[in-house]
């Protein structure tokens, strides 16, 4: 498959010709090409987005809405090849990209144009004068992501900053082309306005850099690791963009003594292995009070033992690939390391070989260690793969220590029986999403986003709808 920008409406080469090949991590066979793009391309890609910006900002918000609901039909009725071609690029099981990916992807269409549909326009009256709160565009913004929920992360970003009157130019992983590709297929489909929305493929030092460094884009939404984040900041600080930075996360699944035993260790498991734990919400830290270690933690393991690896295309498959032959060196490295700081591997630890076609795939079995420092490598660093570690606590306060202790503050979830416990505990604890007895459930209006190096700033909802717009003031004196 040969995939190229999308650039005012059309599907173009890159100027200097360059192509990329991209892999399928689940048979490490070749499965398309796609631009390696320079910054000429982004310059043509933030021309495009320019020269559309008037008239899409100038349409009604009622308008734009219109387009988000034709796009989410047209996502929706596209749902299997989004599943299948999310799967074929990350290796993740076919039904997690169908429950996940593909449903989320539609869901975050529907759910802005709803939310935009009940903005309430915002004044403040005076004694003597009435301020009115008034929203504009906020111009070209530039949207980078990562791989791991590629067009799930994708859209977030897309539909509010649309629905805000803004253009775009943004930046899939070089790893996650396809659906974003099929995207484009769709907004031509549709006959959506050209130039509003631009794909441009590439590597992030050089096309993801040269969206950061050009002066006509505005904002950076930005979802990936916490280092690409900080050249993010770098980049775009100095020259006063907008800037929401997504990061990473080494989030804490909190076990308390009261819990329901057999439930918390389906929902540590699914926490910690969904995504084969390539999701920054992870929670890839297990804390257990120590008087039901023993009884929780064999539950816990056999919960895992029970996981489906296998082929992607399985709809009973319930781990898949890794991204990346790489990133599955990364992990491996960290499984080690967790052994020489004095780890114990209490279930997995290896990679698995699977027959073809996924006999040069890149599976690792969903790993739990035991007995690691809280302040090990191991459970301070984020491995962003199928590994989690287990630790015993002795009180509450010390529970909620050990959860902070990271440099990180994304998400984390509480287990108990008594929900106001829970929630008195997660209130403690710095992270950005917190879960009392579930996790991954999402109300997309609800603010999202980490503390410390999990990010700066926060999407969904109207803090999506604010990041993507200029907000001005306009106070008039009564006669
Ligand atoms: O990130 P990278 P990855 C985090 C997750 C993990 C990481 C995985 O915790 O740490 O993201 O995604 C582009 N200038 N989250 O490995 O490498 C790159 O091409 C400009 C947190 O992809 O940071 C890709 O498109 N761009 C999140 C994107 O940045 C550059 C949820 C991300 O790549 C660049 C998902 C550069 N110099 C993952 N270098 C959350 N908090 O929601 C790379 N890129």
């Not at 549909?117 to 003597?128: A, I, Q, V």
């Not at 057999?262 to 929902?267: E, I, M, N, Q, R």
């Not at 056999?302 to 709809?315: F, L, R, T």
Request: glycine content about 8%; charged content about 20%; proline content about 5%.
């Amino acid at each position: 498959m040969q995939i190229e920008n999308f650039i005012g409406g059309k599907f173009i080469a890159p100027l200097k010709k360059t192509y990329l090949e991209n892999l399928n991590p689940a048979t490490g066979k070749i499965t398309s090409r796609i631009p390696s793009s320079t910054n000429e391309d982004v310059e043509m890609a933030v021309e495009a987005a320019q020269n559309a910006l008037d008239n899409w900002s100038q349409l009604s918000i009622d308008k734009r809405i219109i387009w988000l609901r034709k796009i989410a039909s047209a996502l929706e009725s596209r749902k299997e090849d989004i599943a299948a071609l999310e799967s074929m690029d990350t290796g993740k099981p076919i039904a997690l990209a169908k429950r996940v990916d593909a449903a989320r992807s539609v869901s975050n269409f529907e759910f802005f144009a709803e939310h935009a549909e009940n903005l309430s326009e915002l004044n403040y009256k005076m004694s003597d004068a009435t301020n009115y709160v008034t929203r504009k565009p906020v111009g070209v913004v530039g949207l980078i992501t990562p791989w791991n929920l590629p067009l799930y992360l994708l859209t977030w970003k897309v539909a509010p900053a649309l629905v805000m009157g803004n253009t775009i130019v943004a930046k899939p992983s070089e790893m996650t082309p396809l659906t974003a590709n099929l995207l484009c297929e769709i907004l031509t489909a549709i006959d959506f306005p050209e130039g509003v929305i631009n794909i441009v493929h590439g590597l992030g030092p050089s096309a993801g850099q040269a969206i950061l460094e050009h002066p006509n884009i505005k904002a950076i939404s930005f979802t990936g690791g916490t280092a690409t984040g900080k050249i993010v900041a770098q980049i775009a600080a100095p020259m006063f963009k907008k800037l929401s930075l997504e990061l990473g996360g080494k989030n804490a699944t909190i076990i308390l003594d009261d819990a329901d035993l057999p439930t918390a260790a389906k929902g540590a498991a699914r926490a910690a292995f969904t995504n084969s734990g390539q999701v920054c919400l992870c929670g890839s830290r297990i804390l257990v009070a120590d008087n039901i270690y023993d009884e929780f933690v064999p539950l816990l393991i056999s919960e895992v033992e029970a996981m489906k690896i296998g082929n992607p295309s399985d709809e009973n498959t319930d781990i898949g690939s890794v991204i990346s032959s790489n990133h599955m060196e990364k992990v491996l490295s960290y499984i080690d390391l967790a052994t020489q700081e004095g780890g114990k591997i209490s279930t997995g630890g290896s990679t698995l070989t699977l027959p073809s076609p996924n006999s040069d795939g890149a599976f690792i079995q969903p790993t739990l260690i035991e007995g690691l420092a809280i302040d090990s490598r191991c459970a301070t660093e984020e491995i962003f793969g199928p590994v989690a570690s287990i630790h015993r606590f002795f009180s509450e306060d010390e529970a909620i220590e050990m959860a902070n202790i990271t440099q990180y503050g994304l998400a984390g979830s509480v287990w108990t029986s008594n929900p106001a416990r829970g929630k008195s505990v997660a209130e403690r604890i710095d992270s950005g999403i917190l879960w009392v007895n579930t996790w991954l459930h999402r109300d997309l209006r609800t603010p999202f986003g980490g503390v410390k190096n999990s990010g700066v700033g926060r999407e969904g909802g109207d803090w999506s709808l604010n990041f993507f717009s200029e907000l001005s003031n306009i106070c008039v004196k009564d006669d």
